[in-house]
């Protein structure tokens, strides 16, 4: 094992620590973020409220995709960092091999399918025969990109686990800033409207696999990669996607959940209504990035702590990511109730799409505040290990709180209950992650004292 990961993993502060792992992770998510927000705003300024309810409609294929790769990643960076906490890097390099062939096999499972079923599964997802030439413009593109963005993801967690996070930043600028540049120049200067951005989006994530896959490749990891990993590990594919299953059901869950969301929304709120829950989301998206990016940076500290056995850093650094994150996702919920007429303008002057709008994002972000304790708690139980309640903690907030609400309260309340019913399942999901957690950790706490005690 490289001497300087593990001065650094057991001997550097926490609190130092913590920052220079998170910062380069939260850098690079909040980047990432502000592509897909710039994305929809150039979409909403070149195209109109149609082109964002189109991106909306397409979001959960998008963020399904993307979620297959988080799943593999986080997957596979928890069994990294405890590998490399255990002094076991080529059994860690294995995991990172498996992680990219998983990646790749059902990346390719879903580009096929999805064009297949395009139109079908669409409508699925809520869009209205008026909306649907805009949805599967842009989707018929984004598909082609699949192996790209999955593969971003599999390194991108990977790189962090062995404790490079600068790469994983850069892996995300260069994507975004690409995108960044190529949107305007292909909505307006090429005139090729939602497609164009479709385009951008792909070209941004081939750049992003590109310098990923240079790094892993050119020997600059830790992961002493070599050509005998390339062999299918099935135990290894088993650790990787039970560990990577709260991602998925967490990421997944956004496809489930916006599928609801759509079509209560198309329902009681119309074509509008869809296209507010698009600006609604992308908002959400970019001032919670950099909540993940501390939890980017938490985990693989979490992880090599627990496989090391190193009780107190293990506390520290939960006490620091708690902190950290309930500030940053209470400063959040300031900014989206104070500016939330200024953010929903970015996007439009339709001032029907306004007036709709502006009250949703305030109702629906009066969860936000306390979302920071829910992210961390359910990292936790991922980093060491224990994949039942990471599964059921990322479960709870989509599946068990939120989409019950969005099908009981508007039948009551209408529109309004669409977006009431997220800031109750945010709460709900707050309170029994907290408890787990308290319960779990006094139990971890004395295992792991008693087992440093004997070794």
Not at 116 to 141: C, H, K, N, Q, W
Not at 231 to 258: C, F, H, N, Y
Not at 291 to 301: E, L, N
């Amino acid at each position: 094992m490289n001497h300087d990961h593990k001065k650094t993993f057991e001997s550097e502060s926490i609190g130092k620590l913590l920052l220079k792992m998170a910062i380069p992770a939260t850098i690079g998510m909040v980047v990432n973020a502000l592509y897909n927000l710039v994305d929809t705003i150039f979409v909403g300024q070149g195209v109109g409220s149609m082109g964002i309810a189109g991106l909306t409609i397409a979001l959960p294929v998008q963020a399904l995709i993307g979620a297959l790769g988080m799943t593999f990643g986080t997957g596979a960076a928890s069994v990294v960092s405890r590998r490399l906490g255990e002094k076991r890097p080529d059994d860690a390099a294995k995991t990172a091999v498996n992680a990219f062939s998983l990646a790749f096999f059902f990346s390719l499972v879903i580009m096929v399918g999805g064009e297949l079923f395009i139109d079908p599964l669409l409508f699925l997802f809520g869009s209205s025969l008026t909306i649907l030439p805009y949805a599967r413009e842009y989707m018929r593109v984004i598909l082609l990109g699949s192996f790209f963005l999955s593969f971003s993801m599999v390194g991108n967690n990977i790189s962090r686990a062995e404790g490079q996070p600068k790469i994983a930043m850069l892996t995300m600028i260069i994507g975004a800033g690409m995108n960044i540049l190529l949107d305007p120049i292909f909505i307006f200067v090429f005139k090729m409207g939602i497609q164009g951005a479709a385009i951008a989006t792909v070209i941004s994530q081939f750049f992003s696999f590109s310098f990923i896959m240079c790094f892993m490749i050119a020997g600059k990891s830790h992961l002493p990669l070599k050509v005998k990993y390339i062999k299918p590990d099935l135990v290894i594919m088993k650790e990787i996607t039970t560990l990577g299953m709260p991602t998925l059901a967490r990421q997944g869950g956004m496809s489930l959940l916006a599928l609801v969301m759509n079509n209560m929304l198309k329902q009681y709120g119309g074509d509008l209504g869809i296209a507010t829950y698009g600006m609604i989301n992308r908002l959400f998206m970019f001032t919670l990035m950099p909540i993940f990016g501390i939890v980017q940076g938490y985990q693989p500290i979490a992880g090599y702590s627990y496989g090391a056995k190193l009780v107190d850093r293990l506390r520290e650094v939960n006490i620091k990511a708690f902190q950290t994150t309930s500030t940053m996702s209470f400063m959040s919920f300031l900014v989206l109730e104070l500016l939330a007429e200024f953010l929903i303008r970015m996007f439009t002057s339709d001032e029907e799409l306004v007036r709709m709008a502006v009250p949703a994002l305030r109702f629906s972000s009066l969860g936000m505040a306390l979302l920071g304790l829910q992210v961390i708690g359910s990292t936790y139980f991922m980093s060491v290990g224990q994949a039942f309640p990471a599964f059921f903690l990322s479960l709870s907030r989509q599946f068990v709180f939120l989409i019950p609400l969005v099908l009981i309260l508007p039948r009551f309340l209408g529109l309004r209950g669409v977006w009431i019913a997220l800031p109750i399942a945010d709460l709900l999901s707050v309170f029994v992650t907290m408890i787990w957690f308290s319960l779990s950790w006094a139990i971890t706490k004395k295992r792991l004292t008693l087992e440093a005690a004997v070794v």
